[in-house]
């Protein structure tokens, strides 16, 4: 609210009137409690008996209503229309994600309460010190705790000073590329690949290269023809996004070769990998690194959830200097409080439980979908892990996921995920929100019926 000013109207009317515009914009929506008069009152700078008459006044126009004890709050008649001007209502509204949406890890199975308890804890215990902005770098307990978990549960040795927490992949791919990178640099790029990094790339002056993917990952033979001098190169080995294919063992040990031999740098974007339902996956690219030319990229976006808006980087030893000196031009964008919950949840041994769990609901949650729109005749590509399936189509397949979105279904086009490749269309769609087979089935329905619709 903005300060009152000294103009002939009461004060009182000053008070009732900006709350009005308030109400009118939508910026205090109905049903929203005020502060109680003294408390607003104090906030201001007025009389606690000026605030209670501008209360009055917008109570007896109704646009407020007193609830006793409770206190005062906006009306909730106002939902239904006058005297609010709807057109003023903001457009800033939080919407739930629709059904299929790729990307999400299962809402409802992540443990809230848990989480709100370990904060809490968290909270009581920090010190003074806490206050102030910490590690660039990331808070120290997180980054042991990243350690450990890196260890016992991805096969990757390293020390803590190796390890940089980011606000998520596109930061981490920032600090890269702000440490490395030179113009004019280039950089393969798997085709299809993981779209919403492209204006990471994009705007720092690298030359995109796009290496196409096949039954085997990223085809690196393809890649050492076009680029064979690149600098970079981009690769989801455990579940290539958006096909699902693991890079095989034989392409590893080429492109680690090749970039050992080029002195290039390869970033695994390791997003996913603890999500795999057949068969042993393959330990991440990193784990063999001997060569020291893989930066590894990890995120808890998929693991807990991404609005934790919390990842991290593992850069090869001699790269921890230069890297240091970067990250310390700018604080950490990971809130303190978040990292050191982060590391009680890994230090108590939460997180592998967590991860357990997760594993055996996608499993079948998956096989839900799966059988669901098999017995609908459209069969799913076989991929072993990760969050979402891909659907061949025939036809467009940018036409089909319009359809699909039309009927509010998240689903998106293969085409959509590609630079320049061509190849069959295919639908992806996110299955770990399927709470139980009947949905499966209801929304494998819906598609179908919206795909058919001419
Ligand atoms: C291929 C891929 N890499 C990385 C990420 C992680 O992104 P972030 O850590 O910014 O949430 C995602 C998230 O959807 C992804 O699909």
Known sequence: MQTINSAAVPLYRQIARRLKAAIESGELAPGKRLPASRVYAREIGVSRATVEAAYGELVAQGWLERRGQAGTFISDRLTAGAPRADTARSAVVKSAPLPFQLGLPGLDLFPRALWARMMG??????????????DPAGDPELRRAIVDYLLFSRGIECRPEQVFVTSGYAAGMALILDTLARPGDAIWMEDPGYRLIRPQIAGRGLTLCPVPVDDDGLDV????????????????????SPTGVPLSLPRRRQLLAWAARR???????????EFHYRGRPLPPMKSLDAPQRIIYAGTFSKSLFPALRSGWLVVPEPLVDCFEQQARLAACTVPTLVQQTLADFINQGHFWRHLKKMRQHYARRREWLVQALAGLGYPTAPGAGGLHLMMPVSGSDRALAARGREAGLAVQALSDWRL??????????GFTNIADAQMAQRLAEKLIAAMSEE
């Not at 968290?122 to 910490?134: K, N, S």
């Not at 002195?263 to 990998?273: G, L, R, T, V």
């Not at 320049?420 to 769609?429: I, R, Y």
């Open 263 to 273: 002195q290039a740098w390869i970033i695994e974007d390791d997003y996913d990998s």
């Open 420 to 429: 320049v490749s061509n190849g069959p269309g295919a639908l992806l769609m």
């Open 121 to 134: 804890r968290r909270l009581r215990v920090q010190t003074r010190a806490d206050l102030a902005p910490g």
């Open 221 to 240: 033979d393809a890649g050492m023809r076009t680029a064979p001098d690149a600098r970079f190169v981009l690769v989801t080995p455990a579940h290539q």
